[in-house]
């Protein structure tokens, strides 16, 4: 089985900074793309960014310039930095992972969330 486990969220206050990070576990062969998503209350779950093993990436519009993504692949691991947060950047922001498993194939995982409240 794979575990994804978050870390990083919290309080912030309008212009400030978090790092989130996304740790993969399990019997994994290789991971493909990375990503995170979030979802606030009364909205759909969005992309809000996703790297692929090779170090691609893409950003949805509205956290372009602001957020970072990142990966280390000997550690299954990606990250979000999150600068000049926004008080619409509140949601539960999810990782998600495409894992290789032998003898399984590609199978896509999910992290538990974690809560992103930017509020002055």
């Known amino acids: 089985q794979v575990q994804l486990v978050e870390s990083g969220g919290g309080l912030v206050q309008p212009g400030g900074s978090l790092r989130l990070s996304c740790a993969a576990s399990?019997?994994?062969?290789?991971?493909?793309?990375m990503g995170w998503y979030r979802q606030a209350p009364g909205k759909q779950r969005e992309l809000v960014a996703d790297?692929?093993?090779?170090?691609?990436?893409n950003y949805v519009d509205s956290v372009k310039g602001r957020f970072t993504i990142s990966r280390d692949n000997a550690k299954n691991t990606v990250y979000l930095q999150m600068n000049s947060l926004k008080q619409e950047d509140t949601a539960v922001y999810y990782c998600?992972?495409?894992?290789?498993?032998?003898?399984?194939?590609?199978?896509?995982?999910w992290g538990q969330g974690t809560q992103v409240t930017v509020s002055s």
């Open positions: 399990g019997s994994i062969f290789s991971i493909n793309a």
């Open positions: 998600n992972a495409e894992v290789v498993r032998i003898g399984v194939g590609v199978s896509g995982y």
């Open positions: 790297i692929t093993s090779g170090g691609s990436t």
